[in-house]
Each structure stands twice: as structure tokens, then as C-alpha cells.
């Protein structure tokens, strides 16, 4: 055994934890851990923005299950990726933040980008610390591993300041911990695994709406058996896409105002780890005659805008085990071949009243084609207002991690080719597909340089609006259409910087010429762009009913 510096012990705590990429954008706060990347297998993810390179880490959480790591430097580096920070905490995905500083040796004498940095981390971070010691790195790292994926997972921030980076440590001296986090989570109460099963029993139409707690507990299996014994339909939201496959027959899929005729018809909902946050109106989506059913491994959560009739603080998976073996089997269940017919008519109907031929594009006609060339076991990703809604609704998601999204809490768009990068990467063998809106496109499309540079080929589709289409929608529907400002962005060719950036671009403007476009693209084995003019006009209807319901316009 030599000695080693802090980089290399930072990557050697990494590669103990199983990681494989590092997203990163470089600073020379850093280079102490680049450096020491080149003897081993983690690969950096060099970005062109920190926002991006969060956001990449997020998405290697939401497609893998593990926990994604970036890396940024001091002052700006770190400021730039606090909104994909933030997202990370809002939709409670764990996520590793490395942050770089000035040497201790420099503080409060005006060093390059030295500034309090935990002051913003803090807030927005399960947990944020500095280490001070080189030869404590490893146990640090384990510190952050614990909090990020113990309970409700979420981002920490570990900062390395640079002297302690380049201090130098006999490798004898250093404890990589082990068994440094628990292997076991929490079942619920008895009790209150007594009081659900009465009041399933009892109840006529329930309903059961899954999050993300879903996808972070391994549910899939345990959901599926518990839907099946009991027959009741099943609504994915946010990142529990998947848990249940879309393609099962309780799986309530389509709009979801087509949906919500028969899913406001229920006498109980089962809110599984998801949030009663303005998406269910903080609760109130439900009259006071519905029973409700809560369940998170956040016990804090439970109770949060509505005060459930039984709330189970355990872990998801656990519980709907429990569940499983207390309720009595009715998988003919009436009510939930009764909802799913309903459903399917208001899906039917919807989209025989839409001229999928018009010109300008349909968004409808746009997710329908894409879906047809790319198929069911692709990764789909949807970024942006109006088009985001409209390839939620039209994508299926036949396994967790399969379908991503801008998140339903924080509503932080530009997530969708960082994402869309970071699902490649975690699924070299299957297409990763991006819907992503024109004005969405803009904030992060420089990533197509990332993607070319390091040969990953994701296939972006613009839904090209010309506008901040949900913006401008809003406008129209308070102002009237002559007074809309700062929303229209034109006809841009997003195509042609795509293939700037060394990437295949494709431009679209009749319907018939998306699907050989799509193919083209995919044919092509480089990063691409298939940039789509669509209707202008159309606004997705569940955007308007949200902002009806939350008195916008």
C-alpha cells in the first residue's frame, strides 16, 4: 500500500458503491478527482452546463434504481445546478452532489469563486456537509449514501474542499465502512394493516393511486399481485409509471380527463407513496364521503392537505404484501371492468374526434406515429407544457423506469435530454426516445454536443409549437390573442443545430412525413433530431382545466 490523495480516495469510495459514470462539468476544483478517474472504470460524463449534468444524474436514478452521481465546481458551477437539485428533492430522487471549493486555507480572503455554499445546499439537500480530513472521504461518502437512500430518498451534497482533495493519506489509514446502511425496511402496523383490509372490504368502487414511492420501494410485483386478487384499477402518476405495465388490464391509462368520469365515481382511493400536493387538488379532488387509504415511508407525508380514515407509515412493497394476505380475493371485481370499459369509451371517442390528418400536425397524430415506429420496449421521455401532457397520455410504460417525465411537484422543464442521455446510458440495448417542446428544447439542447462527443444516440422529437404554448394559451384565454408578449419563438430549425453539433436532423411539416422521418433518424446511429411543426393552436385540455381549478384564467 502507497499513499493516495483525496481525488483518488473519492473515486475509490465511488467504485465501492458500484458507480459507474460521474456527470460532471469540468473546473479546477475538480481535477484531483478527473485525474484520478483515469485508472479506473468510472467513466466522467463531461457536460456542456451543471444544470445538465444533475439532471443526468437524476435520470440515471429514475432509470436505474441506483443512485446518480455528478460532480461540479465552486461558485457558479454549483449554482448552476441548484435547479436540478431542487428537482431531485421535490420529486424525492436520490441523487450523490459533489461540490468543489476553495482550500481551507483560503477562506474569507477572497479566493476564485469561494462563497457559502452550504447556505444554498442546506435548504435543498435531505443532508449537506463538508469534509475536512482526507482520510474521512470514504466514510463521508457512506454518510451520504445512507441519508440519500434511507426513508424517502433525495439529493446530499458532500463538498470537497481542494487542499483536502490534493492532501495525501496512507492508504492503511483509511476505513472504507461496510454494512454501512440498513438492508431492511419497514412493514406497517398490524393494526392499521386491520383497518385497510375493513375498509377494502366494505368499500364498492375503490381505486388505488400509485407515485413514486412505487418505483423506490421494488413494488412492482407486490402492486400487481394486490391489484389482481382485489381487481381494483390502478393509476400511475409520476415517476410510478410502469409499476403496474400499462398494457395490464386494471392499468388506467389514456387522458386523464377521460379517466377522471370514472375514477371520481370511487368510494375509496389507496394513495400510494404519492403526494397530495395540487395535481389532486391538496386533497379535495375527493369528496369528504371518500374514504382514503394512505400509505408512505415518509411518515410525516401522511396526514399532509387531508387527514386520512387509516394512514400506514411502511415500506411500499411490504405493505401491499401485508394487504395481499389480509383481504379476501375478488379479481372479477364488477367495478373495475365496469371503470376500465368507461375509460376506454371516453379514450375511443376522444380520438375519433381528432382529424389525425389536418394540417398543421396534431400533437395526437405526432405521439401516435412516434409510438408506432418506436414501439412498447423503448424508454420514452417527455419534457415540456402541453406536449409533455399530451406523450404521457399516448406512450405506454410496460416496466418501471421505462417512461420519465417532467416532474409533477417542482413542474421544472429542460429535464428531458439530460434525462434522455442518462436512460441511454443505463439501457445501451433499447431505444431512448425524447418528446420534447420547442421552447423546452432550448434550455438544455446543447447536450446533443455531450451525446455526440461520447457516441450516445438518443432520438429527440421536437413538438414544435412555435411558442411557450402554455404560456400562450394562458395569455389568449385571460388578455385575448392580440395581446399576447414574450411567448413566440417562430418556426426555429433545431434540426439544423443538432446537426451542427454532429447529430442527424430531420424537418417535418406534413403528417404523412413523420414516420419516415422517425426512421430515418434511427436508421441514422447518431444523436437526432426530428423537428415537428405542430398545430399552434392546441392546447392540451388538462392543462386548462389546471389552471381553471387553480384560478389562473
Known sequence: MGKLDGGQLVVKALEKEGVKYIFSLSGGHLLRIYN????????????????????????????????????????????????????????????????????????????????????????????????????????????????????????VYLELPFDMLSQEVEEAEVVFPVNSRPKYRPAGDPEAIKEAAALLEKAERPVIICGAGGFWSNASEALTAFAEKTGIPVSSRSYGYGILPSSHPLAVTGGMLDSMGALMQTDLVMLLGTRLNFTLMYGQFYGPEVKIIQVDIEPTEIGVNRGPDVGIHGDLKLVLEQLTESVPATPDRAWGKDSMKIIEEANKATTEAIDMNAYPIMPQRLVRDMREVFGDDCVYVCDGGDIHLFGLEGFPSERPGSLLATGLQFGCIGVGLPFAIAAKLANPDRNVILLSGDGTFGLNGMEFDTAARHGIQVICVVGNDQAWGMIKHGQERMYGNERVIGCELGPVRYDLMVQGLGGHGEFVERAEDIKPALERALKSGKPACVNVLTDPTIPHPTAEMAAEMMGAY
Open 36 to 155: 484520478a478517474t483515469i485508472e479506473s472504470d468510472i467513466k466522467i460524463i463531461d457536460t456542456r452546463h451543471e444544470q445538465a449534468a444533475g439532471h443526468m444524474a437524476e435520470g440515471w436514478s429514475l432509470s436505474t434504481g441506483e443512485m446518480g452521481v455528478c460532480s461540479v465546481t465552486a461558485g457558479p458551477g454549483l449554482t448552476d445546478a441548484v435547479t436540478a437539485i431542487v428537482n431531485a428533492a421535490q420529486s424525492n430522487s436520490p441523487m450523490l452532489v459533489l461540490g468543489g471549493r476553495s482550500g481551507l486555507f483560503e477562506n474569507d480572503i477572497g479566493a476564485l469563486q469561494d462563497m457559502n455554499q452550504m447556505a444554498i445546499m442546506e435548504p435543498i439537500t435531505k443532508w449537506a456537509k463538508i469534509c475536512y480530513e482526507a482520510k474521512r472521504i470514504p466514510e463521508y461518502i457512506s454518510m451520504a449514501y445512507r441519508q440519500a437512500l434511507s426513508g424517502r430518498p433525495g439529493p
